[in-house]
């Protein structure tokens, strides 16, 4: 059985990879804020580290890492999902890549392409400012930004990662129900996803991406590396035909 590290294992699609994997029979070590095997807060440098040596505690070497903990773009405080949704997830795929063998999965978003990497103020460590001045959709602009960050960041480690031996990917989805898409229909964006339609006419569930990720992590996935696969409906494509 591998050894499978998954940060957001208490919820969603978290909760659905933990469970894919335990059925493959696989060892699971999971980080979240509760419930999990290695509870720490990834919003902050000291809990992120804390997450990675809690994680090294248990398991030594790893057979595969999906990083999937995240903010919703209804969060008030846009600067901590910058921190969760990318620093959470870069520090800890850098932070555990010395005990990796295998491979490892981030959870990006269909929002990594809805701004360009040149406009993206976390490139130049901006975020902060360019935050301070987005008014009331600062929320939106800071889950975009963070997930564009994070798919650039894991895209940026294919060379040093592959030599390695360790394949690392992305999987972007759209709209999938789960607690933290809940409580964005909950919020005054609600009407805003409800009315919007993916071509395949409903929202995505937990257990297909929890299916993809599996399969990215699994050795039929052995050339696969560096890719962000889109897992939205249909979405992406009506939207951007002409780009991929
Ligand atoms: P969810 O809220 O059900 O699960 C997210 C998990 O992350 C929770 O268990 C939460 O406790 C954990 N988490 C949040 N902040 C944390 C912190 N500071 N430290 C440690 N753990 C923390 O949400 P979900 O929809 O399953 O989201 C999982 C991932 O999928 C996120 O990265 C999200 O951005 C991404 N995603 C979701 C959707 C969607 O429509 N649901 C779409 C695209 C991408």
Same mark, same amino acid.
């Given at each position: 059985?591998?050894?499978?590290?998954?940060?957001?294992?208490?919820?969603?699609?978290? /909760?659905?990879?933990?469970?894919?994997?335990?059925?493959?029979?696989?060892?699971?070590?999971?980080?979240?804020?509760?419930?999990?095997?290695?509870?720490?807060?990834?919003?902050?440098?000291?809990?992120?580290?804390?997450?990675?040596?809690?994680?090294?505690?248990?398991?030594?070497?790893?057979?595969?890492?999906?990083?999937? /903990?995240?903010?919703?773009?209804?969060?008030?405080?846009?600067?901590?999902?910058?921190?969760?949704?990318?620093?959470?997830?870069?520090?800890?795929?850098?932070? $555990?890549?010395?005990?990796?063998?295998?491979?490892?999965?981030?959870?990006?978003?269909?929002?990594?392409?809805?701004?360009?990497?040149?406009?993206?103020?976390?490139?130049?460590?901006?975020?902060?400012?360019?935050?301070?001045?987005?008014?009331?959709?600062?929320?939106?602009?800071?889950?975009?930004?963070?997930?564009?960050? $994070?798919?650039?960041?894991?895209?940026?480690?294919?060379?040093?990662?592959?030599?390695?031996?360790?394949?690392?990917?992305?999987?972007?989805?759209?709209?999938?129900?789960?607690?933290?898409?809940?409580?964005?229909?909950?919020?005054?964006?609600?009407?805003?996803?409800?009315?919007?339609?993916?071509?395949?006419?409903?929202?995505?569930?937990?257990?297909?991406?929890?299916? $993809?990720?599996?399969?990215?992590?699994?050795?039929?996935a052995g050339y696969i590396h560096g890719a962000q696969l889109m897992?939205?409906?249909?979405?992406?494509?009506?939207?951007?035909p002409t780009e991929f």
């Amino acid at each position: 059985a591998d050894v499978i590290a998954v940060t957001g294992s208490a919820s969603g699609i978290g /909760a659905a990879v933990v469970a894919a994997l335990r059925a493959d029979g696989h060892e699971v070590v999971g980080v979240d804020l509760r419930d999990a095997e290695v509870c720490a807060d990834l919003s902050t440098a000291d809990g992120r580290r804390a997450a990675v040596d809690g994680v090294l505690a248990l398991a030594p070497a790893l057979d595969g890492l999906v990083v999937c /903990a995240g903010l919703g773009p209804h969060v008030p405080d846009p600067l901590r999902i910058v921190e969760v949704n990318y620093r959470g997830a870069v520090e800890v795929l850098d932070g $555990l890549f010395p005990a990796l063998r295998g491979a490892a999965v981030a959870v990006s978003s269909s929002a990594s392409t809805m701004v360009k990497w040149a406009d993206n103020p976390i490139a130049r460590g901006e975020e902060a400012a360019a935050l301070a001045e987005a008014g009331e959709f600062a929320g939106h602009l800071a889950y975009s930004w963070s997930k564009n960050a $994070l798919t650039v960041a894991v895209r940026q480690r294919v060379a040093q990662w592959g030599a390695a031996g360790v394949r690392l990917n992305t999987v972007a989805p759209g709209a999938v129900d789960t607690p933290l898409l809940q409580a964005g229909l909950a919020s005054r964006f609600g009407d805003a996803i409800r009315n919007y339609q993916a071509p395949i006419a409903r929202r995505g569930r937990p257990v297909e991406i929890a299916s $993809l990720i599996r399969y990215l992590l699994g050795p039929e996935a052995g050339y696969i590396h560096g890719a962000q696969l889109m897992i939205d409906g249909g979405s992406d494509a009506l939207l951007r035909p002409t780009e991929f």
